[in-house]
């Protein structure tokens, strides 16, 4: 006695998509047992396809009761549904719906992947069975480089590829001659000797009389139902396999990631051009972070440069911008009692201005500073020809000046030495008594030789028309102790000007306030970044909705053969994923180079580090996951009948 295997009660089905409800069945009721051989005939449009699709589960009734194994069909989950589809039921279609990306092995491959079969298993499985089939010299063979029958072949090896005790053949003949269509039968006649269920639609009944069992079907009804000539059903049926617990998991990563490699490498110039705004995204943060770390760099060391035992007394209020300027109690009767705290080796103050320099016919916009006699020592930056200017020129309001080495340069003629020649700054004469050694640039990137250096007193007299300074510069001894010293300082400055109008850095302190700068604009590159990954990403999102709707037959076919909608989302997510992962290392590859040629080229100091390589790759790959999403979701919510019966 066989047992019931599929058991439909009073079935119908309504399609709402057009305009008018169209009932397509009406009141089917059908059992079939284990191990028969069942033709369903009727003449085109009988809704043939449509009982084929409820009773394969790939489709729902309208009303009635579908029961497989006893169990009723709308009472289980998506994914209970794909997994009847994988191990219980296998399909043949009319038009053999194959990939034809994919070889005739690793079309029949395809549904052992969602039972996670390993690689070489599952192509070791489907090699035989194409071999039994008598394919076995055309397994590398595309879709496209066989015959219909060929083809056909390949499918029906894909629905026995997890055991397909119940074949459901839906005019598996209709689109092959004669021969081949005999073929095709004969093999369903053999299955059928094995064991396997067999349901066969056809409007053919040459091709119905294979059959045991004939159901006729006629505008949506079953108008007679009874057995051939043919004998019993197959006692030995194996109908009965239970469904497997199975974790497709690496098996699905395996055939997504061959998937996406394929179809992006399918269309390389779409590939390309969709990466590009990532490469742009992540190239720009790469390079860009390694011009701002090495102009850091510069400016740190710039600093250091100019001394590390120094502390700049400033103007203004500590963290008050724009202050500075109101600030008049700088004055040359505080220098005496700076030089006398304990530990100050000594100090100098300094105010400058830009003015016009000036000797014969030739001028000349230069910094000019008034300072003191020790600034050669406090900064380390003696005269290379003359001398600087002494105390006693200090004391006497000197007319005498040291040019830097820009000045003298862009002033005086080649082999000229100034050295002894009279300049005008403003409309005062000027003995150029010394030129100072070059230093190059300031922390802010001003060339610092494109100076002149006179006595503060002279230049409050005579060029600043003022008694007070912009700063004072003190050098600490060199085994005293920075920030004891540096308080001693404040102690007496708020002692002496009643306020705190002044700020005091120190070497620290003064990269702080320069790296605030850089790291400003740190989060303006990163910004940057963020938008151009997100334009990518969008990019990359378009890109995909286009890729699932080029792939909607081969997603119906997936699910048809037993993917889940997890398994369809996650080869969309993995497409996705891998076009911004391949454009992060892409971006990182211009990145670097650009960062190189630009310090071949313009000379700017670059230094890569590998937070932001890393940071840019896997923002990167939050783009494709965030991006891919919803195409990927889409992917899996789509209606695998509605997906199959696209072109
Ligand atoms: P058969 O396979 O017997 O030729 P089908 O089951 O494919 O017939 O179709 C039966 C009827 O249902 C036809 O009139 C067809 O136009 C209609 N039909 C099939 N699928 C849909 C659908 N998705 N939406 C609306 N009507 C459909
Ligand atoms: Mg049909």
């Known amino acids: 006695m066989s047992s019931s295997l599929l058991e439909l009660a009073n079935v119908g089905r309504t399609y709402h998509s057009g305009g008018e409800p169209l009932t397509v069945l009406r009141e089917v009721s059908l059992t079939i047992n284990s191990g028969e051989f069942v033709a369903i005939m009727g003449a085109s449009g009988s809704g043939k396809s449509t009982l084929m699709n409820i009773v394969g589960c790939l489709d729902k009734p309208s009303s009635g009761a579908y029961k497989i194994r006893g169990v009723e069909v709308s009472s289980l989950s998506s994914d209970a549904l794909a997994a009847l589809r994988r191990d219980t039921f296998g399909f043949i279609f009319q038009r053999y719906n194959l990939m034809s990306d994919l070889s005739a092995v690793e079309n029949a491959e395809v549904p052992a992947v969602y039972c996670g079969m390993a690689k070489q298993q599952r192509s070791a499985h489907a090699g035989e069975l194409l071999q039994q089939l008598g394919l076995g010299d055309r397994l590398q063979h595309h879709p496209n480089q066989l015959s219909g029958g060929q083809q056909q072949r390949v499918s029906i090896a894909r629905a026995l590829m997890n055991g397909g005790p119940v074949i459901l053949a839906d005019e598996p003949t209709g689109a092959l001659d004669s021969k081949g269509g005999k073929e095709v039968m004969a093999i369903l006649v053999k299955l059928h000797e094995q064991g396997h269920t067999i349901i066969l639609v056809t409007h053919d009944s040459d091709i119905a009389a294979y059959a045991h069992r004939l159901v006729r079907i006629t505008d949506g009804r079953i108008t007679s139902d009874e057995p051939q000539q043919k004998g019993e059903a197959n006692p030995q049926a194996k109908a009965g396999e239970v469904e497997k617990d199975v974790k497709p998991g690496m098996a699905v990563l395996g055939e997504a990631l061959k998937m996406a490699l394929r179809s992006l490498l399918h269309n390389r110039m779409r590939t390309m051009l969709t990466m590009l705004g990532?490469?742009?995204?992540?190239?720009?943060?790469?390079?860009?972070?390694?011009?701002?770390?090495?102009?850091?760099?510069?400016?740190?060391?710039?600093?250091?440069a100019m001394g590390t035992d120094l502390l700049t007394i400033m103007r203004g209020p500590p963290n008050v911008r724009a202050s500075a300027n109101i600030v008049t109690s700088f004055l040359p009767e505080d220098l005496p009692s700076i030089g006398n705290v304990t530990g100050v080796a000594m100090a100098i103050p300094e105010t400058n201005i830009s003015s016009l320099l000036r000797f014969g016919n030739q001028d000349l916009t230069v910094t000019v500073v008034g300072t003191g006699e020790n600034f050669p020592l406090v900064h380390d930056w003696p005269a290379e020809t003359g001398v600087f200017f002494s105390s006693e020129h200090v004391r006497r309001y000197a007319q005498v000046v040291n040019l830097g080495q820009t000045v003298a340069k862009n002033l005086f003629p080649q082999g000229t030495n100034p050295v002894g020649r009279y300049v005008l700054i403003g409309s005062a004469p000027f003995l150029v008594i010394g030129v100072?050694?070059?230093?190059?640039?300031?922390?802010?990137?001003?060339?610092?030789?494109?100076?002149?250096?006179?006595?503060?007193?002279?230049?409050?007299?005579?060029?600043?028309?003022?008694r007070f300074f912009n700063d004072f510069v003190v050098r600490v001894k060199p085994d005293a102790d920075m920030s004891l010293v540096q308080a001693d300082l404040h102690t007496l400055l708020m002692k002496r000007h009643r306020k705190e109008d002044f700020n005091i850095r120190n070497m620290a302190t003064t990269i702080e306030t320069a790296n605030e700068t850089q790291n400003t604009l740190t989060y303006l590159l990163a910004a940057i970044a963020v938008i151009s990954l997100v334009v990518g990403g969008i990019g990359v999102m378009n890109i995909m909705l286009v890729s699932v709707t080029e792939r909607t037959r081969e997603i119906g076919i997936r699910m048809a053969i037993g993917a889940r909608g997890f398994d369809v989302l996650f080869q969309f997510l993995t497409e996705a994923v891998m076009v911004c992962f391949i454009g992060g290392l892409a971006g990182i590859v211009v990145g670097v180079g650009g960062g190189l040629a630009v310090s071949a080229l313009a000379g700017w100091r670059v230094i890569f580090t590998v937070a932001p390589i890393i940071i840019a790759c896997s923002c990167a790959i939050v783009t494709g996951i965030v991006f891919g999403y919803l195409p990927a979701r889409k992917a899996a919510h789509l209606d695998p009948i509605e997906a199959l019966a696209r072109d």
Do not use: C, H
């Open 436 to 466: 100072m050694s070059s230093k190059g640039l300031d922390q802010r990137g001003n060339d610092m030789d494109n100076s002149v250096w006179l006595p503060y007193t002279t230049g409050g007299a005579r060029i600043f028309g003022q």
């Open 278 to 304: 990532i490469i742009i995204g992540v190239a720009s943060v790469v390079a860009l972070m390694a011009i701002g770390n090495g102009a850091k760099q510069d400016v740190v060391e710039r600093i250091q």
